[in-house]
């Protein structure tokens, strides 16, 4: 195949295009560099810069890559993400993420790609009831961010009704990890995140790292949450983009490993490998007790499986955090 990826200089781009090369697919990436890094780009990839929102721009690349042939699966990564942010600036996410997923496929419609693989995310259930989310589940997003990757999950199926386009959509949970080259990974902190935190300080950058809430109605009192390795997820992305191909119909799966970690749960092994300090803190708004991934339909449709555990995602994780301070240093 060959595989138009969006965002594929981002973190969990980065890490799919190694993935589709590894299995022997041409790759093509197309990134505006705002997030994402050149380095991270894979060296078998052709690269070429340029914006969600330019739907000439991705048009014009799309034809310039059929002199060697059409594109056969599109992917999207390029997305903003962070949901603190998507609250403070809800026009800046719809515009990039709603209207930048809309340019996208104008312009596969009109170069005659039909498959795209999307990625979207956990957020979409909102406050899960029964802390496992199926697929089927009622989504009722609690954060503009969520609420725009509802509404390209819902452009999408229209688009397909209207036009043949097949798309597969994934729906994230907590992503952690790098590479095992340690050659890509997450070059910035995303500050909301646990792995990262405890990175920070695992490596030195923050004095401690803080625990927001120990009275959760979970066996420890700390929020559960669902765990997956990049690598791992990136495979999944893989599987999708084959399954599109062969089987030409869309398809709408939960990505996680399909275990509940709890907070205290993970800080525990990772002080099993790190020394680092920690304390309680008062909860944080808008944090559910528990979130976790039900994947039987990706093991189901798609034969996959996560492979790589917690103690796998941390130590990467940190390996390539501390590889990138001694190059800083």
Not at 223 to 245: F, P
Request: glycine share 8%.
């Amino acid at each position: 195949m060959k595989v138009f990826v969006a965002g594929g200089a981002g973190y969990i781009g980065s890490h799919t295009v190694y993935e589709l090369i590894r299995a022997g697919h041409e790759v093509v990436v197309y990134d505006n560099l705002s997030t994402g890094r050149l380095g991270a780009v894979h060296p078998k990839a052709r690269f070429y810069e340029g914006d969600i929102l330019d739907k000439g721009r991705i048009i014009e690349v799309l034809n310039c890559e059929r002199a060697t042939g059409a594109v056969d699966v599109a992917m999207h990564f390029a997305a903003k993400l962070i949901v603190p942010e998507s609250v403070s600036q809800p026009l800046e996410y719809y515009h990039n993420n709603v209207e930048g997923l809309r340019q996208m496929l104008v312009a596969l419609v009109e170069t005659e790609v039909k498959n795209i693989v999307f990625s979207s995310t956990a957020a979409v259930y909102g406050d899960s009831e029964r802390g496992e989310c199926f697929e089927d589940d009622l989504t009722l997003p609690i954060n503009p961010y969520g609420e725009t990757k509802l509404a390209d999950e819902r452009m999408l199926k229209w688009a397909g009704e209207a036009y043949g386009l097949n798309s597969c959509i994934f729906r994230y949970f907590n992503v952690a990890g790098a590479d095992a080259t340690l050659e890509i990974g997450l070059d910035k902190d995303q500050l909301t995140h646990l792995i990262p935190l405890i990175m920070q300080a695992t490596l030195g950058l923050r004095e401690k790292l803080s625990i927001f809430g120990n009275d959760y109605p979970t066996p420890d009192g700390t929020c559960i949450r669902d765990y997956i390795h990049v690598t791992d997820l990136a495979k999944a992305h893989v599987l999708g983009a084959e399954y599109l191909y062969q089987q030409q119909e869309s398809l709408l799966v939960n990505l996680g490993s399909g275990k509940g970690y709890s907070v205290k749960e993970v800080v525990d092994v990772a002080s099993q490998l790190f020394d680092f300090a920690y304390e309680y803190a008062p909860r944080r708004a808008g944090d559910p007790a528990k979130l976790t991934a039900n994947i039987t339909r990706a093991r189901e449709q798609l034969a996959w499986q996560p492979i790589l555990g917690l103690k796998d995602m941390l130590q990467s994780d940190h390996d390539y955090r501390q590889k990138l301070l001694e190059v800083s240093r």
